[in-house]
């Protein structure tokens, strides 16, 4: 399968927590997306970063990119009930000019 | 800007029946639409890229004749589920890439259709 793999597939934690989601990829990619997606919602676009970065913020976002390991993680701190959705992370993968998106990670923050 | 919609956002039909979904680019002009397939607690699945004025490309696995995908225009892609069974009840996504954004690959994705085949 080309599907890119995440992990954890699910994390339940206390809000003002931090919640780190790992994203893996099988090939070379252009850039990386991280999406949230709200249960039986469309896509929320949270954060892009080219391959030629290493780290990104936005607000409580952080996402860093390892291109050698062919892996992104996103992390939230700071965690609110409001952020209790699933995180997907997409990778532009080169030459084929499409997404491929990862398993998801469905995260729970308990208030 | 860069809103894409879709219509209609959610729909029932019989088994047997055809439905069509259709996916807007409201402010921007879209060369490239992509239909995605998501399944209950599960990713998405690209299903196939639309190019405006020529034949979808179809992913792997994917049915090319049950599945038919038309790009009529710059804002405009259809995908129609054709004698859709209950197997192809899903939540179906449609992502656009704006032709003034090409340089970064940017995709913008549709609120979604969720299609239930009784």
């Known amino acids: 399968s080309q599907q890119g793999e995440e992990d954890p597939q699910a994390l339940s934690i206390q809000e003002g927590e931090n919640a780190t989601m790992n994203c893996s990829y099988k090939t070379s990619i252009n850039n990386l997306q991280w999406y949230r997606q709200n249960s039986g919602r469309g896509l929320v676009h949270l954060i892009l970063i080219r391959s030629n970065e290493r780290e990104k ?5 952080r996402v860093t990119l390892d291109t050698s390991k062919k892996s992104s993680s996103l992390l ?4 609110r009930a409001a952020d209790t959705a699933s995180y997907f992370c997409a990778a532009f993968t080169s030459g084929t000019y499409k997404y491929i998106f ?4 469905r995260l729970k923050v308990l208030a | 800007g860069a ?3 879709q219509h209609p956002s959610w ?16 402010d921007f002009q879209a060369t490239t639409m992509f239909w995605y397939r998501q399944f209950p607690k599960q990713s998405l699945m690209l299903m196939a890229t639309s190019n405006e004025g020529s034949k979808a490309t179809y992913e792997q696995g994917v049915e090319k004749d049950k599945f038919l995908i038309n790009h009529a225009s710059l ?7 054709t004698s859709a069974h209950p197997e192809d009840s899903s939540f179906y996504i449609c992502s656009a890439r704006d032709r003034g954004l ?4 940017e995709q913008f ?10």
Do not use: D, M, Q, Y
Request: proline share 2%; charged share 10%; with cysteine.
């Open chain 2, 75 to 81: 804002t405009l892609s259809t995908l129609t589920v």
């Open chain 1, 57 to 61: 913020h936005s607000g409580r976002l």
């Open chain 1, 102 to 105: 990862g398993t998801g990670t």
């Open chain 2, 102 to 105: 090409a340089g970064t690959n």
């Open chain 1, 76 to 79: 939230i701190t700071a965690s």
């Open chain 2, 11 to 26: 729909v029932i039909c019989k088994s047997g029946t055809s439905v069509k979904i259709e996916c807007r680019s409201l």
């Open chain 2, 3 to 5: 809103v894409v919609s």
């Open chain 2, 109 to 118: 994705f549709g609120p979604g259709t969720r299609l239930t085949v009784l």
